[in-house]
């Protein structure tokens, strides 16, 4: 059957297009690694890291003032140096909370929940006073090591608690971290960095102990708090009852030591350094959990020892270690690891909060219907657009 000029030009057309489809798939099968470093490098992963180094800074900032004042001016005064912070913290956002009306007022939030706050105000003042006293005890790479404890305290309160569920990925991360920080205290062992060794070694490891696992139970609630509440309502409970007892103890422990301080502009000058150091982190740490979560800024304060030894290599003429900076490129890599997937919630809190209630009805739980996961927030939120949201109605 002889082809005519369509037939002929179809087939062309259609052998055309086929040979020209055979490099746009090699074309785009290429660039996928490529995608996926873009995908997770991004402008999101940039803030994130930054956020946390400038939480690191900060208490880099407040480590150094501590020890001018306790070893050239012999003022150990640790729960005076939180008190100053809580005043602040109740100057600002306690006093915002009480001009504001509404269900947002401090009247209103305090008889709601009240004794929750003050039970949380109690856990974060002590959890600041057993580390700090940790020091006159042990050492300060046993400090730094078992300060780490704070890290699993999260992941377990956080997986118990607010449900969230993490991916090998994210363990992965964590123990790249652990491992840098596993470093740097090598590196504290080679060079011979061994201030604050006592004779009460296993007293001090036990207070550090102590102290991260509150701290990670203080990590918790505000993350859960400010997620859910607000950062104001946060800080300024923390502002009221941190201020109240913190003074109580200061009164009873402390005054004895604080009329020994030799005043002087210097001694203050390192005081309000420290206050301004202390309320940048409780203002800003808020913001960056609310971003991330309370175990990535764990995390990415596992640098903040770091920061401390390069200031004291010129102020404390500390011993240089090729180890410091390699546990720093570590650390960051885990970073980057835990913070390249999204974390998700394993159901509906109210659908927990029925589970936990089995034996009562729940007046104000409407019907959920089936459950289903929930993807929530994310260390990143670069994993949205794969991971859409899911909400139970």
């Not at 002590?126 to 020091?135: D, G, T």
């Not at 995390?299 to 720093?328: E, I, N, P, R, V």
């Not at 974390?343 to 659908?351: G, K, L």
Request: aromatic letters at 12%; one cysteine or more; a neutral charge.
């Amino acid at each position: 059957m002889p082809f005519s000029a369509d037939m002929i030009s179809e087939q062309h057309n259609h052998v055309v297009s086929t040979i020209e489809t055979v490099p746009s798939d090699t074309a785009t099968a290429s660039p996928t690694l490529l995608h996926r470093l873009r995908k997770v490098f991004n402008r999101e992963l940039l803030l994130t890291l930054a956020l946390g180094q400038v939480l690191s800074l900060l208490i880099c900032g407040i480590g150094l003032t501590s020890k001018y004042l306790a070893t050239d001016y012999h003022a150990n005064t640790p729960v005076f140096q939180s008190f100053l912070n809580y005043i602040l913290l109740f100057l600002v956002y306690t006093t915002t909370l009480a001009v504001r009306q509404g269900e947002e007022n401090l009247l209103a939030i305090l008889k709601r929940r009240w004794w929750k706050y003050m039970i949380l105000g109690l856990i974060d003042i002590e959890a600041n006073y057993l580390v700090i006293k940790a020091y006159q005890y042990t050492t300060l790479t046993s400090v730094q090591l078992l300060d780490c404890f704070v890290i699993p305290v999260v992941l377990l309160l956080s997986w118990f608690f607010l449900l969230v569920r993490y991916k090998v990925v994210h363990f992965v991360g964590v123990g790249v971290c652990l491992l840098g920080m596993g470093c740097m205290v090598g590196a504290d062992v080679l060079v011979g960095r061994q201030q604050g060794l006592g004779d009460h070694k296993l007293l001090g490891d036990l207070l550090v102990l102590a102290g991260a696992t509150l701290y990670g139970i203080s990590n918790v609630c505000e993350e859960f708090i400010v997620k859910n509440l607000s950062r104001v309502e946060f800080l300024g409970m923390m502002g009221l009852f941190g201020s109240f007892f913190s003074g109580i103890q200061l009164a009873i422990m402390e005054h004895k030591e604080l009329l020994k301080v030799q005043w002087d502009w210097q001694i203050g000058l390192l005081y309000i350094g420290f206050s301004a150091c202390m309320f940048g982190l409780y203002s800003f740490m808020p913001v960056v959990i609310k971003r991330t979560s309370a175990t990535a800024v764990n995390l990415s304060l596992l640098t903040a020892d770091l920061y401390s030894l390069f200031c004291g290599l010129f102020l404390f003429q500390y011993k240089f270690s090729g180890l410091y900076l390699l546990s720093f490129f570590i650390i960051l890599l885990g970073l980057v690891l835990y913070s390249s997937s999204s974390t998700y919630v394993a159901q509906d809190p109210r659908v927990y909060k029925q589970f936990r209630n089995a034996g009562n009805a729940v007046p104000d739980m409407p019907n959920v219907g089936p459950l289903e996961p929930s993807v929530t927030y994310s260390s990143l939120g670069q994993e949205i657009e794969d991971e859409p949201r899911v909400r139970v109605a």
